[in-house]
């Protein structure tokens, strides 16, 4: 794969990855766009999800952080439940006004038949698991616990103008071409 160019002479663009659709069932595409990116590296991500899985969720944003990844996050559509995750982990966020984000508690759903004892050890576990993951991601985005649970129960759609408000994001407004 070559290298991309910009305008200016000699210099790289970052990488660009979509980050569209359900997480969970674009994970392996992803994370190997983003162990593409060389450590420390710079790169850009498009968002236009409704989420995903939880660890799916979790494990993009420790990709981002641990590997230090410069990203700039920007929602061109939909950023919501479980694809907030990896958005708080980049460094720069960019909003338009037409862009939505979906707080929400999490969600359990599981297809498989388990017997008593494994569900009650999944229910105490996905319970610790939420508030871990509600304060991560307070953290990530620098909101107060009680801030993100005003948005998160019972659930709330913020727009990007709002979560730009917020200080979370910066607001860019889609001009009109000019034919």
Not at 5 to 29: C, F, K, N
Not at 30 to 37: G, H, M, R
Request: hydrophobic content about 40%; overall charge negative; some cysteine.
């Amino acid at each position: 794969m070559g290298k991309q160019r910009s305008g200016r002479r000699g210099a790289e663009t970052p990488p660009e990855i979509a980050v569209i659709g359900d997480l969970t069932d674009h994970e392996a595409e992803i994370c190997e766009k983003l162990l593409a990116v060389p450590a420390g590296g710079e790169c850009t991500l498009y968002f236009n999800s409704p989420g995903g899985g939880s660890y799916s969720a979790i494990s993009m944003l420790a990709l981002l952080v641990l590997r230090d990844l410069q990203a700039t996050g920007i929602v061109t559509g939909e950023c919501s439940s479980a694809a907030i995750w990896p958005l708080s982990a980049c460094r720069r966020r960019i909003v338009t006004p037409y862009s939505v984000l979906l707080f929400h508690p999490m969600r359990w759903q599981s297809e498989e038949s388990v017997q008593l004892p494994e569900a009650r050890e999944w229910a105490r576990h996905f319970s610790q698991l939420e508030q871990e993951m509600d304060l991560l991601l307070a953290k990530f985005l620098g909101l107060t616990p009680e801030r993100l649970a005003e948005w998160m129960k019972p659930g709330r759609y913020v727009s990007g103008r709002e979560f730009a408000e917020a200080g979370l994001a910066e607001l860019i407004d889609l001009p009109p071409r000019l034919h």
